[in-house]
């Protein structure tokens, strides 16, 4: 039996689902959790690189990876593959540490993430077998291999409890995507679950004060409080990653926002994908896809209203081949990415 050393974030718990695929396809795990840190210099978008902050976030992680050597060096003596997920925390002593016990591992490395104009990953890619990532872009740019993200099989079938499910963290473009779709909707119509996710807000003084200082310095008007907003929509309470997919499941159609600065498919649109829902998406980068259909997918721009809306609900979805779908199902996903060791 070989021994895989998933470094992975902890985002949305999906690195479970690795594991679990793994352990199913004959492999035995262990984990450690790919960080981010404050310090890294390398997060494009924030434009905080510089020579000297390289070299010390490098030397910071050199550090880091050596306390966790130290500790696991027992268990980590007989490791045969690294697979590494973003590696935002990656250090190559890691790599040099594991081969000195192994000179046959193999490492590869999957992006969740985007690497144009957003996160040095590429800094990575020499040390590693294999490269991929979710973002169609970035494969052609970089020449590395595209795979979307992964869904998983549908295993306990569940009545539709929801005519629309969407549920997120505030952006505005999010907000008023997910307050124009609701509106669509006489109440009582039927059962929807369409929130905005907010953090509960201790209202205090400290609290005032910046939003004072926001105002005037004009840097609150996408915040939630510059908005005439629709309580209703708003939600104190998150959900956990099994919920989120619990819902996805019970639900006849999937409102999907992506970020803009990435090209590639969310979880939550390959999720409702392989489990033959609906999906409004923000992302028109998904007209590139094989697996496109207007029956099953509607992109959310400018021009939808009402009546496109109801059309595409009331819409029968057409058959489309599986191989189009299976292909990213979540043992092809992983037999792509790592291959049969």
């Keep these: 039996m070989k021994t895989v050393l998933l470094l992975a974030p902890a985002f949305l718990d999906l690195y479970k ?3 679990a695929e793994l352990v199913k396809q004959g492999y035995k795990v262990e984990y450690i959790q790919d960080k981010s840190f404050k310090i890294d210099p390398y997060l494009i978008r924030i434009k905080q690189s510089s020579r000297f902050k390289e070299l010390f976030y490098n030397l910071f992680l050199c550090f880091y990876w050596l306390k966790i050597i130290f500790r696991k ?22 790599l040099f540490f594991l081969k000195r016990k192994n000179k046959n591992l193999k490492a590869y490395l999957y ?12 800094r990575h890619f020499k040390y590693f077998d294999r490269v991929a990532t979710f973002d169609r872009i970035d494969a052609e740019i970089y020449k590395i291999g595209f795979m979307p993200n992964y869904w998983i099989p549908n295993k306990d079938q569940k009545d539709e409890c929801y005519e629309v499910f969407a549920f997120g963290a505030y952006r505005k473009d999010r907000y008023e995507l997910f307050s124009k779709i609701n509106g669509f909707y ?6 929807n679950y369409i929130f905005i996710y907010v953090r509960q807000q201790k209202i205090d003084f400290v609290w005032k004060l910046k939003q004072l200082i926001k105002r005037i310095l004009r840097r609150n ?5 510059s908005l005439v907003y629709d309580k209703t929509l708003l939600s104190h309470d998150s959900l956990s990653p099994k919920e989120f997919r619990e819902k ?9 926002t992506n970020n803009n600065f990435q090209e590639g498919m969310t979880p939550r649109f390959m999720w409702a994908l392989g489990a033959g829902k609906k999906i409004i998406t923000t992302n028109a980068n998904v007209k590139k896809y094989p697996f496109y259909d207007e029956s099953r997918i509607m992109i959310a721009d400018d021009s939808l209203d009402k009546e496109k809306f109801e059309v595409f609900m009331n819409t029968p979805i057409c058959h489309i081949s599986d191989s189009l779908i299976s292909v990213y199902r979540i043992d092809n996903w992983l037999k792509f990415i790592i291959g049969d060791n």
């Design 186 to 191: 006489t109440k009582n119509t039927c059962e």
């Design 73 to 94: 060096r027992e268990k980590w003596k007989n490791i045969d593959i690294l697979f590494t997920i973003n590696g935002m925390s990656f250090h190559p002593i890691l």
């Design 17 to 19: 689902d690795v594991i």
């Design 248 to 256: 996805v499941y019970s639900s006849k159609c999937i409102i999907d």
């Design 221 to 225: 008007k996408d915040s939630l409080e």
């Design 111 to 122: 992006l969740w993430d985007r690497t144009y104009e957003n996160y040095r990953f590429e």
